[in-house]
Each structure stands twice: as structure tokens, then as C-alpha cells.
């Protein structure tokens, strides 16, 4: 059977859906690309596989948005924020280069799950998180998106409770997150991780991506945000636990 970006036909249609899929939860709940896409792609290309396509393939759909968010980000925190980043997100990928593929599929499953449940409860941090804290959650984040590209539960469980207002909080993690996927795919290239095949995929799926994104921002209805927040829920609950090894 003839391969395209190195998959089969079959592997390569469960990861485009998986793209697909990833864009719609985001485009009508604004969250839940990694904790779809990841799970589902990492058993056909591996955990730097699946990091390198996920990072290409998200890298376009905020351009539209940063200039408005340029103009409401705190640019000190978001320089603390990178900077932290940048530092532990090394070792966090260099963990991932001492474990089993399947450990990462574990971690991604478990992670995805874990953020679920802190979702669902609504579990968040009440206390105040003053400027020193923002180099933790960065470091936070740098760690636990290099072993398993997933960056983003330190800074929504901590960096929301910021006494700032919402536009500006918006706006920093919008340019953080837009921020670690250059950091990553840069130090990925460093690590001799990137290749031609990977990356054409992960800007090929851009495409279903931003079709998932269009479709979800479509279906989007104010007035039923609940449902849609529940749908998503259950979208990534399945995503993760198709994701776990277990199967096989």
C-alpha cells in the first residue's frame, strides 16, 4: 500500500480527522487542540512526530488575532512567561527522549484526562498569583509541553487567577502559546527532529484544521455554551482514551 508523509492511507485519514476534530473543539469551545489531536496521532508518528505536525498545524490560526493582542498583553509577564519556558522546556524534552514511545502516549492520555476532570469540577486557583509567580507557571509550562506537548494547564489552572483584566490575560496566553510553538520547533531542530516528511504533514493538516475551526465557530451559539462546553468535554475525553496503549 503506497505511503503519503510517510503514513498509510488509513493512518493518514484518522490523522487528518484527528486535526479536523482538534479545530472543531476549538472553534466552539476556544480550547482542546492538543488534548484531541495528540492522543490520537502519536501512535502512527511518535511523540516528536506528532509534536512537529501539531506545532506547524497550529502555528497559523492565531496570526489573525495577534495584532489585537499586542495591544492588550502584559509584556512583562509574557517575557517572564517565554523566558521560563525556554529554559525548562529542554529538559522536558530531553525526558522524552530517555522514555518508551509508549510512556508519552500514557503521559498525553493522562494529562489530557487529568486537565478533563479539572475542567468538568471546575477546579481553578483562587489565591492571587502575584508577578513572581509568572516565571513558575512558565517554567510549569516549558516542563510539561516538552514531555508531552501539552503546555497549556499551568498557565490556565494559575496564570487566570492574575488580577488583571480579561482582555489582557487573553492576550498573553494567546502570544505565550504562540511563543512555545517557535521555542519548540526550534529547539526540535536542534535535536535533529524535524523532518521534510513531518513538516509538509504538519502544514498540510492546517487544512481540516482550520475547516474544524471554521465549522465550530459556525456551529457556535452563545446561547447554548454549555452544551457545546459538554461536547467538547466528551470529544476529548475520547481522544484520550483512544489514546491510551491499552488497545493496543
Avoid at 30 to 44: D, H, M, Q, S, W
Avoid at 119 to 139: F, N, P, S, T
Amino acid at each position: 500500500m503506497p505511503e503519503i508523509f510517510g503514513q498509510t492511507p488509513w493512518g493518514l485519514t484518522l490523522i487528518a480527522f484527528a486535526a479536523f476534530l482538534g479545530g472543531l473543539v476549538r472553534g466552539f469551545s476556544g480550547f482542546g487542540t492538543a488534548l484531541v489531536f495528540l492522543p490520537i496521532a502519536a501512535p502512527f508518528l511518535g511523540p516528536f512526530g506528532a509534536l512537529v505536525a501539531m506545532t506547524l498545524m497550529d502555528v497559523l490560526g492565531p496570526i489573525p488575532n495577534l495584532r489585537r493582542a499586542w495591544v492588550n498583553v502584559e509584556r512583562g509577564d509574557l517575557a517572564r512567561l517565554l523566558l521560563s519556558c525556554a529554559l525548562a522546556l529542554p529538559l522536558g524534552l530531553w525526558l522524552l527522549t530517555m522514555v518508551e514511545p509508549v510512556v508519552f502516549r500514557y503521559a498525553v492520555s493522562l494529562v489530557s484526562l487529568t486537565m478533563l476532570a479539572v475542567l468538568v469540577l471546575g477546579l481553578r486557583y483562587r489565591g492571587k498569583v502575584r508577578r513572581a509567580m509568572v516565571g513558575g507557571i512558565g517554567l510549569a509550562a516549558g516542563f510539561l509541553g516538552g514531555v508531552a506537548g501539552i503546555p497549556g494547564p499551568p498557565v490556565i489552572l494559575f496564570y487566570m487567577a492574575r488580577p488583571l483584566p480579561v482582555a489582557a490575560i487573553r492576550a498573553t496566553i494567546l502570544l505565550f502559546l504562540f511563543g512555545f510553538d517557535f521555542l519548540i520547533l526550534g529547539y526540535l531542530a536542534g535535536m535533529g527532529r524535524l523532518s521534510v516528511a513531518t513538516a509538509l504533514l504538519g502544514l498540510a493538516l492546517a487544512v481540516p484544521n482550520m475547516a474544524g475551526n471554521l465549522l465550530g465557530g459556525w456551529l457556535f451559539r452563545p446561547e447554548r455554551e454549555r452544551a457545546y462546553r459538554w461536547a467538547a468535554y466528551a470529544m476529548i475525553a475520547l481522544a484520550a482514551l483512544s489514546g491510551l496503549p491499552l488497545w493496543g
